[in-house]
């Protein structure tokens, strides 16, 4: 990796903050055009991937969606899963392919433009400037825990899903988990197969089935088209992204998660978690439904299999439906921690986004940053790396070269305009006089598509 400039004190055409796949990915198309840059990282690279996953951890897409930009999976396994070291080397090696201006163990802690039209960059290396902004830190902030764990006894060990590692880390008993997202429903089985006792709240998350007529679901699905849908071809865009992925797992060599099959094999399943009083934990009387609708979208998923291979007159085998192999007999209210043997509880809520450091007002009222594919009303300031920033791949390995590519774009058509600006000023024609300088809401560049 380069060595930049000291930080403090200097000025850069763009600053990136986040040093993971987004914001390298960032770097190697600036890299490409030779843009003076700086890419400031909190930690170090593969730090989420080193430090907020699970021993047994795997990706849940196959490694060859692994597509960073000039740094495609090039391994012997492309089916496979990569596992946690693993997805750490790729990121390593990527950055040692291009060599990015990276500086680690740098914390931003400020970001404000100034009435010049320049952004100011507080970090814990010193304060920067620069022409142009790429926020590239993802929207996995802080660990979401819901403030009625404060009630659990003190005596429960707790632990966000983001701190957990092995099941011999929690102390022998009984596990609650809370929360049937990828990570909730992964953790579940890694207890449950270590032999442990698991109860397991479960919400509204959708499942999907890993393999289906010959084939990995997310194959089909690419060669589909779904994962180059853009996020402005669907009606209800806003709740496209704030859905929950559908889980599955890439552990031993990949399959489904059936919560059922769990339930047969002793796994406890019960509603969303609705209230806790001291040792007495309530639960919603919705686990069929839930499981019932998650269900469903396996099936709807299969259903679009089915007609795109009918469509294209694809040689696939037949493959019956699942049937579900359990059912739950009937609504439980509650169970005693104490009663059941429960001596801790892992959360798999969430996360919540933490952009307080960023002083300019480009955000909803949910804090969500509000932007059109990355760019927002900000002018120079963008982000990178969102979940559906543009397509269903933007926050994955799988998307993000497409998104970094379309700002690299932007950033450089930004810079021309900056340099015509200046160019007219100093021969003494206003720029306001030229309508075509729209900086608030900048206009595609001519050519410009999804790529």
């Not at 909190?42 to 795997?58: A, I, Y």
């Not at 992964?186 to 479960?202: F, K, M, N, S």
């Not at 497409?402 to 774009?409: E, Q």
Request: net charge negative; hydrophobic share 40%.
């Amino acid at each position: 990796m380069s060595a930049p400039v000291p930080l403090d004190g200097s000025h850069h055409p763009v600053v990136v903050v986040g040093g993971g796949q987004a914001g390298l990915s960032m770097s190697w198309y600036l890299c490409q055009r030779g843009v003076d840059h700086v890419v400031l990282e909190r930690h170090s690279v593969g730090h989420e991937w080193r430090e907020r996953r699970w021993d047994s951890f795997c990706l849940v897409t196959p490694n060859w969606q692994c597509q960073l930009p000039g740094f495609p999976y090039q391994g012997d396994d492309p089916d496979g899963f990569m596992p946690g070291p693993d997805i750490v080397s790729y990121l390593e090696r990527y950055a040692a392919s291009f060599g990015p201006p990276l500086m680690q163990g740098v914390t931003v802690q400020r970001l404000r433009r100034t009435a010049g039209g320049v952004f100011e960059v507080r970090t814990s290396a010193g304060t920067c400037t620069a022409d142009q902004v790429v926020i590239a830190t993802g929207p996995y902030h802080n660990p979401a825990v819901p403030r009625l764990a404060e009630r659990l006894p003190v005596d429960l060990m707790q632990v966000h899903s983001s701190q957990y590692r092995s099941p011999a880390q929690l102390p022998d008993g009984a596990v609650l988990i809370v929360g049937t997202g990828q990570s909730g429903c992964q953790i579940a089985e890694d207890l449950h197969l270590a032999g442990r006792a698991v109860h397991l709240a479960v919400g509204s998350a959708p499942r999907s089935a890993r393999r289906y007529r010959g084939r990995d679901v997310i194959a089909w699905l690419d060669e589909m088209g779904y994962y180059a849908k853009g996020i402005d071809e669907f009606a209800d865009a806003d709740e496209v992204r704030l859905r929950a992925n559908h889980y599955m797992t890439g552990r031993d060599r990949g399959h489904d998660i059936d919560l059922r099959a769990f339930a047969r094999q002793g796994m406890r399943l019960h509603g969303r978690l609705t209230d806790i009083a001291g040792r007495w934990v309530s639960f919603a009387d919705d686990l069929a439904a839930n499981l019932d609708r998650a269900d469903a979208v396996a099936d709807g998923i299969k259903d679009a299999i089915d007609r795109y291979i009918e469509a294209h007159g694809h040689a696939a085998p037949d493959e019956p439906r699942y049937t579900p192999v359990w059912r739950p007999a009937g609504a439980q209210a509650g169970i005693d921690l104490v009663a059941e043997g429960i001596r801790s509880v892992v959360w798999s809520t969430g996360f919540h986004r933490d952009h307080r450091w960023v002083e300019v007002p480009v955000f909803d009222g949910r804090g969500y940053p509000t932007h059109v594919r990355g760019v927002t009303s900000c002018p120079g300031l963008y982000f990178l790396g969102l979940p559906w920033q543009f397509t269903w791949g933007s926050g994955r390995f799988a998307g993000v070269a497409r998104d970094a590519a379309y700002l690299d774009g932007r950033i450089g058509l930004a810079a021309r305009q900056r340099a015509t600006e200046e160019v007219r000023w100093i021969a003494g024609t206003p720029a306001e006089t030229y309508p075509d300088l729209d900086w608030f809401m900048p206009r595609e560049p001519a050519g410009a598509g999804r790529g």
